[in-house]
């Protein structure tokens, strides 16, 4: 067998003092009485000879051997099979070909390979077999760890479409680990599990159907991730609240064509400091609630923040750049937070709530949005497409601004009189085709916002020439005023008047002329829309 690791050095003793007697008197024992090797750090290893795939335990002893390349799967389930109370199982450096299912019964078994040499052709990598149809591990107990792999799925040569490289068929496989892994060619999905605990870092996925399916499970973690060219990334879905807690930061999505995560019925996961490029739909929950989506980058996406059915969710902090679609769309859900998202070069509407009531969405700043055509899309909508209505939100500091040629039609706006008793208040808004805010509820308030003004005050002075009993004020709003209140400031300006209005001006009508003078008829005015 040859030496494993540097450290697998002789120690040899040094002359007769470390001998003893015997060393003394018969020189050529020396060394062996007084070597020393170091217990290696595994159960068992498999490698290959020349042609021959071998499985040897840690004293070295052989525990089988067969025809590399023919027999690679029979001596790597041998190595499993021998450590009955769990263990290590080294892998060297080479081409393994899997021609079944690997079947990991026992617990607290260990996978360590090695990583592929500038020398090297390989580092250690299985591949399934042409043909071969099959998943290629099983793990039914817990404890499973693996790192330094390669999975080859070798997806030309398959003829079905539904296989797994890591299949936990038990359901009480917790806490499997897999780091440092690469996978890739799979026809079907690499990982699925219904074990809890499990934690995947630092690996390389690329070209599956589905790269990891996480069911009826809580607390994964997925740290440091690539999820590259698949169908899509990651799926984590649930029936109960107890399937909840994952920890997904840190990961990449770069052409994921149908979703890089999506959650459904799991509850209380943290999608933090992710990256999404060139995938269909960033983000999605299904039915999901209490999840925490904050300082994401999606950009170049389908869509990016979907949402279904999915209560008391906050989205914060995150960027979306260049989406073919809404940035955010939020659908029959209630008691979200959007804060302080940054959407610029969106394609279509911004952030979209249909049938969403009691939603908070605030400080988000909005740039270019609706580019993709003019005198179209929406900033903010407040929407209905069923007999459920977007009511009770509160769209509040949100910035919308548009530096391109094709404008938005509203920077916030509600579909129609269903859509009521929203509060949109403080905003900023410029550069749209039709108004800056579309109110059509008759109990939603909007206040102070800049771009759409609702309520304006001021001082208007004016001259008296003792005959003229109507001065006019420009009040600047939106639409005739429902609310004007006018208060004299000097004594010429307080004789008896009443106050009309229209959608330009507030008139003060006085039954008798002020008298003449320079700057003397002096009037404090309010109004509101």
Known sequence: MPSLY???????????????????????????IGERKPIPPYSAIVYKEGDEVRADDWKGRKITSGKAGVDDTNVIQSAIDELSYGGVVFIKRGLYIITKTIEIKNTHITFIGENRRASDEWGTKLKLADNANCDMIHVRGIKFYCERMEFDGNESNQTVSDLRIIYDTSGLASDLTLRNVYCWNVAGTFLESTGSHGWLDGCVFEHADLIAYIKNARLWRFTGNLFYVSGAGLKIEGSAEAHANHFIVGNSFYYCSSYGIKIVNSFGNNIVGNIFRKVGNGIELENADYNLISGNLIHAAQKGINQYNSNENSIVGNTFKEIDGNAIYIENSAKNVINNNFIIDNKATGIYLNGASY?????????????????????????HTADIYSTHNVVENNIIQSFISNKLAYGIGEKDSLDDYNIIKNNKISEVTKRAIKREGANTIIRENIGWATENSGTATFNGDGTTTQFSIAHGLVSEPSKVQVTPMTEDAAGDFYVTKDTTNIYVNYLSAPPSGSNNVKLSWYAEV
């Not at 609706?370 to 407040?382: M, P, R, T, V, Y």
């Open 359 to 383: 939603n908070m969405i605030y400080s988000n700043h909005l740039i270019n949005i609706g580019s993709s055509e003019n005198d179209k899309f929406w900033g903010i909508a407040l929407y």
């Open 6 to 32: 540097p450290h697998e050095e002789r120690k040899i003793g040094r002359g007769a003092a470390e001998s003893g007697p015997v060393g003394f008197l018969l020189p050529c024992l020396r060394g062996r």
